[in-house]
């Protein structure tokens, strides 16, 4: 399906989300990932901190509210809480979580899972699955539409572990 992917290799589309759990035979299957230069900790805190905002474009998903720049004191996500905050309404659910490792959510009908992965030294891979069972026609404008916010919202959690990571950035 054209938009896909972004920043993954063909190993990251093959292997099993937690996503793939919740929906067995998707329509839509997209997958996005980035490298962060810091360590799978840090990017875990930046992943769940997902709850409080969508950290992709606040202009059009959070109503022009900024998502935080800085991490909060948050207890680690659970099954059942909200998955998201957007526009200061909270959205979607959380089905499953790995503290440190995965946190797969609902929103809008599609199911994410977000997998954090040690990579080489200490950088980790930021991965994400979409998938959703739908028409073709709105699946494929729901993958370039999740292209662009998944895109932005990778780029964000990155440069902000990173940061944290590395003040001098």
């Given at each position: 399906m054209l938009g896909d992917r972004?920043?993954?290799?063909?190993?990251?589309?093959?292997r099993r989300y937690?996503?793939?759990?919740?929906v067995p035979v998707p329509t839509l299957r997209a997958w996005r990932g980035v490298g962060v230069d810091a360590p799978p900790a840090a990017v875990w805190q930046w992943v769940a901190q997902?709850?409080?905002?969508?950290?992709?474009?606040?202009?059009?998903?959070?109503?022009?509210r900024r998502s935080p720049q800085r991490l909060a004191a948050?207890?680690?996500?659970?099954v059942g809480e909200a998955f998201t905050t957007a526009g200061g309404r909270r959205r979607g659910?959380?089905?499953?979580?790995?503290?440190?490792?995965?946190?797969?959510?609902e929103i809008m009908g599609a199911v994410l899972s977000?997998?954090?992965?040690?990579?080489?030294?200490?950088?980790?891979?930021?991965?994400?699955?979409v998938?959703?069972?739908?028409?073709?026609?709105?699946?494929?404008?729901?993958c370039l539409g999740?292209?662009?916010?998944?895109?932005?919202?990778?780029?964000?959690?990155k440069r902000l572990a990173e940061q944290g990571a590395h003040p001098d950035h």
């Open positions: 972004w920043g993954v290799s063909d190993d990251e589309t093959l937690p996503c793939d759990d919740f997902i709850r409080l905002a969508p950290y992709a474009y606040d202009w059009i998903d959070n109503l022009g948050l207890p680690e996500p659970v659910r959380i089905l499953a979580v790995a503290p440190g490792h995965h946190l797969t959510g977000y997998v954090v992965e040690p990579d080489s030294g200490n950088t980790t891979r930021l991965l994400l699955k998938v959703m069972r739908t028409n073709q026609v709105l699946a494929l404008g729901m999740d292209l662009v916010m998944a895109r932005r919202q990778l780029l964000n959690l």
